[in-house]
């Protein structure tokens, strides 16, 4: 792959892909949410996206994998990625004290998602529903959702509608909304 590869709006070639990202363009398209893409190097942060946000014309989403001190709770937390994160700011809003990020583990095993490649299609994994989403109100008041197809070396620009009103409502997940 090139570090920047040309904008695709279909499920692209799957030689040299994941299964996980093969499954999520699949479900995309039963769904029948459209998308745009782009390949792209592997991006742990926002910032290794390089142009990637300028390229597809959106600010991709932040997503943290989130816990309670007993690990008896999960959270996906989605917010801009401009934003800077306080905990104590989301622990009140969902009721829930002393959040701390959850170890990879926990998210290969809920989510089949990495570290890095976090990203709220991984809840079509959850079919137990132990993750609780948690969105910033600015992501739902965008019109675009910008986020990765459950790997960290493409990223994808989905109505945020889509999200909210075809693929949550099929993976049976609910979001919390939060403002931060």
Not at 120 to 142: A, C, R, T, Y
């Amino acid at each position: 792959m090139t570090k920047e590869s040309a904008l695709f709006n279909i499920k692209p070639n799957c030689s040299n892909r994941l299964q996980k990202e093969i499954e999520t363009y699949d479900l995309l398209n039963k769904l029948n949410i459209p998308f745009a893409g782009i390949d792209h190097q592997a991006a742990m942060t926002i910032e290794d996206l390089g142009d990637t946000e300028s390229l597809l014309g959106i600010s991709i989403a932040k997503n943290l994998f989130l816990r309670n001190s007993s690990k008896s709770k999960f959270y996906l937390l989605v917010m801009p990625g401009h934003k800077k994160f306080l905990t104590k700011n989301l622990s009140k809003q969902i009721e829930s004290s002393r959040l701390s990020f959850a170890d990879g583990s926990y998210m290969e095993e809920y989510l089949n998602i990495t570290p890095g490649s976090c990203s709220i299609l991984g809840l079509m994994f959850d079919k137990e529903h132990k993750v609780n989403l948690v969105i910033d109100k600015d992501i739902i008041d965008s019109e675009y959702l910008g986020c990765h197809p459950c790997v960290n070396t493409s990223s994808l620009k989905i109505k945020t509608s889509d999200i909210m009103e075809v693929f949550l409502p099929h993976t049976g997940h609910e979001a919390a909304i939060v403002e931060l």
